[in-house]
């Protein structure tokens, strides 16, 4: 899911927020100019993963797998801190199997202050996997 959301890219560029990105969504340490091979990508997309994994666990939620692998796609893209500080949290505290979970992930749609489709798409797909 997240290597057909983030696409590959085998060169640095400005993501809709603005960030320096390559490979399949990676940010630490981009700078323009930057190139990668596929070989390399997936290493850093495996780490980036690994985070985005032990964040969601150090939440200790109780939770079933697809709402795991939703919170962890969420992570990968937006940070840990994103969710940290939602009211998709607070919900899923309270009660994961609420359905206006879904409108909470529907509210992470912009990028540098307009909706942006592919984070539409994405959140959506989060949701359906989320409620799967």
Same mark, same amino acid.
């Given at each position: 899911?997240?290597?057909? /959301?983030?696409?590959?890219? $085998?060169?640095?560029? @400005? ?5 320096? =990105?390559?490979?399949?969504?990676? =940010? @630490?340490?981009? =700078?323009?100019?930057? =190139? ?14 690994? &985070?985005?994994? &032990? $964040? ?7 939770? !079933?797998? &697809?709402?795991?692998? #939703? ?5 990968? &893209? ?7 500080? /939602? ?6 505290? #309270?009660?994961? #199997?609420?359905? /206006? ?5 529907? @509210?992470?749609?912009?990028? #540098? ?10 959140? !959506? ?6 409620? /799967?």
């Amino acid at each position: 899911m997240i290597k057909g /959301s983030e696409g590959y890219y $085998d060169h640095a560029y @400005k993501c809709p927020a603005g960030k320096w =990105t390559i490979g399949w969504g990676h =940010t @630490k340490g981009v =700078t323009a100019g930057m =190139t990668c091979t596929p070989v390399q990508a997936l290493r850093w997309l495996v780490a980036d993963l690994q &985070n985005a994994e &032990n $964040d969601v666990n150090d939440l200790n939620l109780k939770i !079933n797998q &697809n709402q795991f692998d #939703a919170l962890v796609d969420f992570v990968f &893209n937006l940070g840990i801190g994103s969710l940290e500080e /939602s009211h998709l949290l607070i919900k899923i505290k #309270a009660n994961p #199997a609420d359905p /206006s979970i879904r409108q909470e992930f529907e @509210k992470w749609v912009d990028g #540098a202050g307009k909706v942006e489709p592919g984070l539409v798409k994405r959140r !959506n797909e989060e949701a359906n996997l989320y409620f /799967s």
